[in-house]
């Protein structure tokens, strides 16, 4: 048997007490628990369990605070600030989502910058939360240095994801959510776990040339999506989630680990939309249009993106989830 059923539950309470026992606060341990559960029923494996043993590492880091409460500054305009404290992301963002929330309404648009936050988890799981209040939202946030930019060959940028939610009418959110990398750093170490090679196209090995080995890439620089586009998105996200928001960008936050190699420690930022303060009465016409606008896409035969995320996560509502016995017994080495 190469795989292990689990209810979502279980995997939840398991990585919850991996966690605690390591030494996460119960309040940070919980938060995780519930994005990595997230990406394990949605089969965003990249961005699930698999995760587990490098919070566990980043736990026991030099610079990181197991006990870090965030902290979201007072504010009474659009703009907010929650510090992690130096512990992980996903807390932080739990603890200023009701003042956002509340900021969009009232003003149509809030941004939120999260800063000093460990961050290893997808930005979906934050943009799909917003959605679902009836709020539009853009996620994005550095990561660590390994993409090379555009024409260059040494990683310089990080895999910064960029995400977006848009809610629509008595249907899941559509949402996007992607790294500016070809692909996520995460689904390389995967390969490279499982001892695979990976395509051509997504990385170059140390001396600059391309390789489909993932040790020798996960060594090198990964490639940009789309070439100078993505490269230009990744670069805007290092300024507008590092210096804009005072906190820093990939190749800094790299230096900050100093080779101790434990998840990213850098900022967020969260940028919210109101359709319903913008638009007022028009509102409910403007998401009919962009009905229209899903409908004519659909229509060609393609499909929207979270379209897969929410069959799976139908799957695994059902029947629970598949871990690879490797990824199990990597878990249970964690616990006592
Ligand atoms: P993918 O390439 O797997 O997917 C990117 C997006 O495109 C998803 O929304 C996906 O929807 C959609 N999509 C894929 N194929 C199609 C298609 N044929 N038609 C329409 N839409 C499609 O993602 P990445 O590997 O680039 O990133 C994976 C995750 O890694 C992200 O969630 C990101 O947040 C995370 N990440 C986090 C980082 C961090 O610093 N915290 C750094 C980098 C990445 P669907 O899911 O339905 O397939
Ligand atoms: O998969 O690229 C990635 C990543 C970096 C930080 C967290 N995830």
């Known amino acids: 048997m190469d795989h292990i059923t689990r209810s979502l539950a279980e995997v939840e309470a398991l990585c919850a007490r991996i966690l605690s026992v390591n030494g996460l606060s119960i309040a940070q341990a919980e938060a995780i628990s519930r994005f990595l559960t997230a990406g394990e029923r949605d089969e965003c494996r990249s961005h699930g369990v698999y995760r587990i043993p490098g919070c566990v590492k980043t736990v026991k880091g030099r610079n990181f605070k197991p006990q870090a409460v965030p902290h979201l500054a007072p504010s009474t305009g659009p703009f907010l600030r929650v510090d992690a404290k130096h512990g992980f992301s996903c807390l932080a963002f739990e603890t200023a989502l ?187 016409t403007s998401q009919l249009r962009a009905e229209h606008l899903f409908a004519q896409i659909a229509g060609q035969g393609a499909r929207l993106p979270s379209q897969r995320r929410y069959e799976a996560r139908a799957r695994s509502l059902k029947n629970g989830v598949k871990i690879s016995k490797l990824q199990h017994d990597l878990l249970l080495a964690l616990l006592p």
């Not at 460990?118 to 979906?124: D, E, M, R, V």
């Not at 943009?127 to 679902?132: G, Q, S």
């Not at 996520?184 to 140390?206: C, F, M, N, V, Y």
């Not at 490269?231 to 290092?238: P, Q, R, Y």
């Open 98 to 284: 009701p003042a956002l929330v509340e900021r969009a309404n009232t003003f149509g648009f809030a941004a939120l910058a999260i800063n000093n936050c460990y961050h290893f988890t997808a930005l979906w799981y934050e943009v799909e939360e917003l959605a679902r209040h009836g709020l539009v939202s853009i996620a994005m946030n550095p990561s660590l240095r390994a993409v090379a930019p555009a024409g260059g060959r040494k990683a310089l940028l990080g895999t910064n994801p960029f995400a977006f939610a848009w809610p629509r009418l008595g249907q899941n959110p559509y949402v996007f959510d992607f790294a500016t990398s070809e692909v996520a750093r995460g689904e390389i170490e995967l390969h490279r776990q499982s001892d695979k090679p990976i395509p051509p196209g997504w990385a170059l090995d140390t001396r600059g040339e391309p390789t489909t080995d993932a040790t020798a890439a996960l060594a090198g620089a990964m490639l940009a999506f789309g070439g100078h586009k993505g490269s230009a998105l990744s670069t805007m996200i290092e300024l507008l989630a590092g210096p804009m928001i005072g906190d820093l960008m990939s190749y800094e936050s790299s230096e900050f680990d100093a080779g101790e190699g434990v998840a990213p420690c850098h900022g967020e930022l969260i940028l919210v939309f109101s359709p319903e303060t913008i638009q007022g009465e028009n509102s409910k």
